[in-house]
């Protein structure tokens, strides 16, 4: 018996990337611009379980998720420590992240879609690295073309910086959790997701 055919794939260690990584790739997608619930994968089971209530007004403004069989750590960290002089950075030990942009409306989460990746956001989370791939909905009509981050409308890029460094923050209090440090090209992007590849490999081999 196949057994590849009767049980679902684990959206983290049991998804292709596909045959084209860095330049295509298959991402899974957590959350959409529409959900009031923050959802994430349960890293245990594979299934989509409630994170968060979105407790104020912050909607994700594009399609994220995470890109399958990557994991932030040293490789991936070494990079933040590098644009900022520093060595004690870590990865925050999670898959990389990954904003895919559409004009489509998607309705939910809990799906596979192609992206090409194009850039990045590097943001510290405390002293861990947190990036999140920017990419496009592979053959989207308008985001579709679109090759680098500098491509894409400025509004739209800074609406994901706004999001990221104010998604995890209490009103009131005087502590911002989230830092931005840069955006980078599709090169660097590139990059992040390879050395994410080989953390991966690293994190699994004892597993």
């Known amino acids: 018996m ?3 055919k009767i049980f679902k794939a684990h959206p983290w260690h049991g998804i292709s990337l596909g045959d084209q990584v860095p330049d ?7 959350i959409v611009p529409t959900d009031t619930v923050k ?14 209530p979105q407790k ?13 069989q990557t994991f932030c750590g040293p490789q991936m960290a070494e990079l933040t420590n590098k644009a900022l002089a520093r060595t004690d950075i870590e990865g925050d030990r999670d898959p990389l992240d990954i904003c895919v942009l559409t004009e ?3 309705t939910h989460g809990d799906i596979i879609v192609t992206a090409r990746p194009i850039g990045g956001l590097r943001l510290l989370d405390h002293n861990q ?3 999140k791939i920017i990419a496009v909905l592979k053959n989207d009509a308008v985001y579709g073309e679109i090759k680098d981050i500098e491509e894409v409308p400025t509004p739209i890029i800074r609406r994901l910086i706004h999001y990221f460094t104010t998604y995890k923050d209490i009103p009131g209090e005087q502590k911002t959790r989230m830092k931005f440090i840069s955006t980078y090209g599709a090169e660097v992007a ?6 994410s590849l080989e953390d991966y490999k690293d994190y699994m081999k004892d597993k």
């Open 129 to 131: 690295a947190d990036d």
């Open 24 to 30: 295509e790739l298959r991402a899974f997608i957590e």
């Open 104 to 106: 489509k409306d998607v």
């Open 190 to 195: 590139h990059d992040v997701i390879l050395r």
């Open 39 to 52: 959802y994430e994968v349960d890293k245990a089971t594979g299934y989509l379980s409630v994170d968060r």
């Open 56 to 68: 104020f007004s912050n909607i994700v403004p594009s399609l994220y998720g995470f890109i399958p």
């Open 2 to 4: 196949n057994f590849d």
